[in-house]
């Protein structure tokens, strides 16, 4: 468990099965910017107004200096590349992003509660046969493995965000992360905020909570 008194630290623990929520350290329950969190659901909401068919994109710079070159879903999920998502983004009609978040219980991707948030993803991990949805969830496990959340350090379904800071003094931005662990019938769901760190330090404190 991580201590209490790390104020500048916040997280929910669920029951990924039952929805149940485990543990609460989380002082703001306001709604909140989730960052790179709302994604997954920015390529999902593609997928459905493109044949579930995904492109691949050149990028050429990102929140990476040198780009992360030619990349397809699965290694943006994991690279939480900004350019593969704002391209996806910028090809939606409108209303389209806005009704998948309901989908999920969200009121939108730009602007979500924390409890909000971590339910879409329990959501999105039980939608795994759905079509565009597995490529999805392949992305949130390499990410795991080998992107922005591999210091998880477990087989587990990760996502990585940097946000907006909401703590006074402000910093540059706040680590998101979201775990869902294991990475086959996730048991246990983690949604965790880290102060002034990016989200691959969050991803650190959230292995603690994989218990």
């Known amino acids: 468990m991580i201590p209490a008194a790390l104020v500048l630290l916040s997280f929910l623990r669920m029951d990924a099965q039952s929805g149940r929520v ?4 989380w002082q703001d329950d306001s709604p909140m910017h989730p960052g790179s969190l709302a ?41 939480s590349c900004n350019t ?42 039980r939608r795994a046969a759905e079509p565009g949805v597995n490529v999805i969830l392949e992305g949130m496990r390499l990410a795991a493995r080998s992107g922005t959340a591999k210091r998880v350090g477990h087989d587990a379904l990760a996502k990585t965000g940097t946000a907006p ?18 990475a086959v019938q996730p048991r246990v769901a983690v949604l965790l905020r880290l102060h002034g760190r990016p989200g691959s330090y969050a991803a650190a404190e959230a292995s603690r909570l994989l218990q």
């Not at 050149?58 to 690279?79: D, K, N, V």
């Not at 909401?166 to 294991?182: C, Q, R």
Request: net charge positive.
């Open 22 to 25: 485990l543990e609460r350290q």
């Open 39 to 79: 994604k997954p659901f920015i390529a999902l909401a593609y997928a459905q107004s493109h044949q579930f068919r995904f492109p691949e994109i050149r990028c050429a710079r990102c929140w990476l200096p040198r780009g992360h070159g030619t990349i397809g879903p699965r290694e943006a999920i994991a690279q």
């Open 165 to 182: 800071c909401m703590h006074v003094p402000k910093a540059a931005g706040d680590g998101f992360v979201v775990v869902l662990y294991p």
């Open 84 to 125: 593969y998502f704002d391209t996806l983004r910028a090809a939606l009609g409108p209303g389209e992003l806005d009704a998948v978040a309901r989908r999920f219980g969200l009121r939108g991707v730009d602007e979500a509660r924390p409890e909000e948030l971590l339910r879409a993803y329990i959501e999105l991990s």
